[in-house]
């Protein structure tokens, strides 16, 4: 039997290796935007995971006769290091998106590699290509389902940055069309005003979804807030209270008689979690979970009501 001609697959073996490093070092990036404990402890075992495969990567080139590229890891982490600086300026999903598409190429090459080790009989290779493309394929659902949760208004598995929230808030308002009337506008623009402090802080704050703990918010700015939101409805300009609504549900500022759930600051740890996994919308565990981060902050709360979210996530995307 000739020897097969390897340059190709060495060619994709050399290139996955590159991406592999780069996946690691975002992989590290998104651990501290991981919004529990359960989700950090993933994605550092993914990071891990992701430096074992790099090591069975290396010594497959090794096998074949060749030697890994030294700058390989290198490249990896500045291209890594690059792309989390430009996710800055992105909205969330976009960052999201482009950690998507680096899955998705991994997982292409996964499959081409093995269909090249297939072709050149080389068995070890075509297992590493099979676990390449299970390692992979669940990034993607995961990544998928993210999305999703996010798509759903969230809570996501990933918190945003400060700075993408502000600029996902901005594309938002830029896109947002106006159905109120002028005296409408008014109307709540004097309510605004009149109320100390000003309405523009607090929203500011509120942009942080999920991210802002309820002590930093005063009596008056929560007052303010509500009484834009029924100002503003009472005018007829339900876009904009809706918004306000959304802003006082991230923020874990609702009155406890407004939440989804019946007498909820009643309920014990295993109570509330029972009641969470009931919930079918995914503005009612929103609610649920902005108010908790808020007050008691019960991580076993939270947890279950982020696993519900992500259950209702992947049905949405077609996963289960």
Do not use: C
């Not at 550092?44 to 080139?61: G, M, P, V």
């Not at 999903?93 to 072709?119: F, M, N, S």
């Not at 009337?181 to 000003?198: H, I, K, M, Y």
Request: glycine share 4%.
């Amino acid at each position: 039997m000739s020897t097969p001609d390897t340059t190709t697959l060495l060619a994709q073996l050399r290139a996955v290796l590159a991406l592999t490093n780069t996946e690691i070092q975002v992989a590290e990036t998104r651990i501290a935007q991981a919004r529990t404990e359960a989700v950090r402890r993933e994605l550092s075992e993914n990071a891990d995971n992701a430096r074992a495969r790099a090591e069975a990567i290396e010594t497959a080139i090794r096998d074949l006769g060749s030697v890994p590229e030294v700058v390989g890891p290198f490249l990896g982490r500045a291209a890594a290091a690059v792309k989390a600086m430009a996710e800055q300026a992105q909205p969330f999903d976009e960052a999201l998106l482009g950690d998507l598409a680096l899955e998705h190429q991994l997982l292409d090459r996964a499959r081409y590699i093995k269909a090249l080790a297939t072709a050149a009989h080389l068995r070890k290779v075509v297992a590493l290509a099979d676990r390449l493309i299970t390692a992979h394929s669940a990034t993607v659902d995961w990544l998928t389902t993210v999305l999703a949760e996010d798509a759903l208004g969230g809570p996501a598995a990933l918190r945003r940055t400060p700075l993408q929230a502000a600029t996902g808030t901005a594309v938002k308002l830029f896109n947002l069309p106006v159905f109120w009337s002028t005296r409408g506008l008014d109307r709540a623009l004097d309510t605004v005003r009149a109320t100390p402090p000003a309405l523009g802080g607090l929203l500011a704050q509120g942009a942080r979804a999920g991210d802002v703990a309820v002590k930093t918010l005063s009596a008056s700015r929560d007052a303010a807030l509500e009484t834009a939101e029924q100002v503003t409805r009472r005018e007829g300009a339900d876009t904009a209270a809706d918004a306000l609504r959304s802003i006082r549900t991230s923020t874990g500022v609702l009155e406890p008689h407004e939440l989804p759930v019946a007498d909820y600051d009643e309920l014990n740890v295993s109570q509330a979690v029972a009641e969470v996994k009931e919930l079918t919308d995914p503005a009612d565990i929103r609610a649920i979970v902005a108010y908790e981060e808020a007050h008691k902050n019960r991580h076993g709360v939270v947890s279950a009501a982020q696993t519900r979210l992500a259950a209702i996530a992947q049905e949405v995307a077609g996963l289960i």
